[in-house]
Structure formats: C-alpha cells, structure tokens
T-cell receptor, first 111, second 115 residues
Framework: KQEVTQIPAALSVPEGENLVLNCSFT??????LQWFRQDPGKGLTSLLL?????REQTSGRLNASLDKSSGRSTLYIAASQPGDSATYLCAVRVNFNKFYFGSGTKLNVKP | GAGVSQSPRYKVAKRGQDVALRCDPI?????LFWYQQALGQGPEFLTYFQNEAQLDKSGLPSDRFFAERPEGSVSTLKIQRTQQEDSAVYLC?????????????FGSGTQLSVL
C-alpha cells in the first residue's frame, strides 16, 4: 500500500521567509501528485497538480517539484504571508479512483 | 453550481442513530468521491462513483456505511447505528471526468460528532 509522509508536521516562520514543505511516497507508480491547502474547518483547495511525466509546476509564489523515481515532492512558497497560514497536504494518484494523502504540514506565518 | 456543496455542515448524533450526509458535486462532474478525515490526519478514501455507478466501495469501514448516487449527480452517504469511532469530517470531492489527469474539487465537509 502506498504510504505518504509529510515533514515537518508543523512549521512557524516570520512573514517574508521563503519555505519548503516536503512530501515523500513509497511507491513511484503514480499518475500525478497534487498539493492542497486546507483552512480550519474547510475542505481542501487544489494548489498545484504535477503529472508523473512533469518535473515541476508553478503558480504565483508557489512552485512544486516532483522526483518520481526517489518518491519525493517539494512545495516551495516564496515570500510567505500571514494569509498563507493553513495546512498543506499532498496526495498521490495511483489509479483512476485512488488518492493517498499525507497528514499535512500545518504552516503558521507570523506577521 | 459554483463548487461542491455539502450538508449539513455539522451533525451531532447520539450513538445508535442513523445519519445521512449530502453532497452536491459541481454540475457535470462525472466522478464523485467520499473521504473520511480524522482530526490531524489526511483524508482516507471511502468510496467512488462514476456517474451513478459505484465502482469502488473498498474504503467503507463497515456494512453500516452505505453510499448512493442514483441519478449521477447528488450523492448521499448514510451511516447506520452510528458509533463514537465514526466521529470525523466527511469530505466529498468531484472531478470533471474519470481521467487520471483531472484535479479534485472538495466540498467543505460535514463534521460528524457521535456522542
């Protein structure tokens, strides 16, 4: 069974810092990897989706990379803002109907 | 609709009661997923529909859990004889097609508390 791990579990940084969130998975046979943001009491919002054939995706201040062979992905957030405070989850898609999620990294950006 | 809508937002049930959770996916979305999220954990797969067909229910924890999507749009997750361990957030997600390239769009979830 696919295992997805996210490190660190929690992170607190001052506003303006660049930061990296890590996601690792045990089985490289994936279709894609998706990064989500979850605000307290809310559902998940898709941030970036990287297909298995891609190395990275960018959206604004966010950049996600994928190294499928080593089972790793990183989410880079540039110039962090207090509004970025949320839990960030990664999920790998292993077939048409199965996603495996990590437990998330809870980010706090202090003003 | 503009997004995936779930109701109720919160549900408190006494142990042994039956509950029904509703999901309205984005209009036209073929695929619909139910997930269970325990506090501090990532979502765990429960079941998957392609239109009205339930193609995978391998994640349903027991036969007390039942899901349907009779007309290929709205879906209901029913839990019979609720137990305390059923307390969790139940998330619904949809995607436009069954292609593996599609993004998932999530609702805000139903937080179920079983007393």
């Amino acid at each position: 069974k696919q295992e997805v791990t996210q490190i660190p579990a929690a992170l607190s940084v001052p506003e303006g810092e660049n930061l990296v969130l890590n996601c690792s998975f045990t089985d490289s046979a994936i279709y894609n990897l998706q990064w989500f943001r979850q605000d307290p009491g809310k559902g998940l919002t898709s941030l970036l989706l990287i297909q298995s054939s891609q190395r990275e995706q960018t959206s604004g201040r966010l950049n996600a990379s994928l190294d499928k062979s080593s089972g790793r992905s990183t989410l880079y957030i540039a110039a962090s803002q207090p509004g970025d405070s949320a839990t960030y989850l990664c999920a790998v898609r292993v077939n048409f109907n199965k996603f495996y999620f990590g437990s998330g990294t809870k980010l706090n950006v202090k003003p | 609709g503009a997004g995936v809508s779930q109701s109720p937002r919160y549900k408190v049930a006494k142990r042994g009661q039956d509950v029904a959770l509703r999901c309205d996916p984005i209009s036209g979305h073929v695929s619909l997923f139910w997930y269970q999220q325990a506090l501090g954990q990532g979502p765990e797969f429960l079941t998957y529909f392609q239109n009205e067909a339930q193609l995978d229910k391998s994640g349903l924890p027991s036969d007390r859990f039942f899901a349907e999507r009779p007309e290929g749009s709205v879906s209901t997750l029913k839990i019979q004889r609720t137990q305390q361990e059923d307390s969790a957030v139940y998330l619904c997600a949809s995607s436009l097609s069954d292609s593996t390239n599609e993004k998932l769009f999530f609702g805000s979830g139903t937080q179920l508390s079983v007393l």
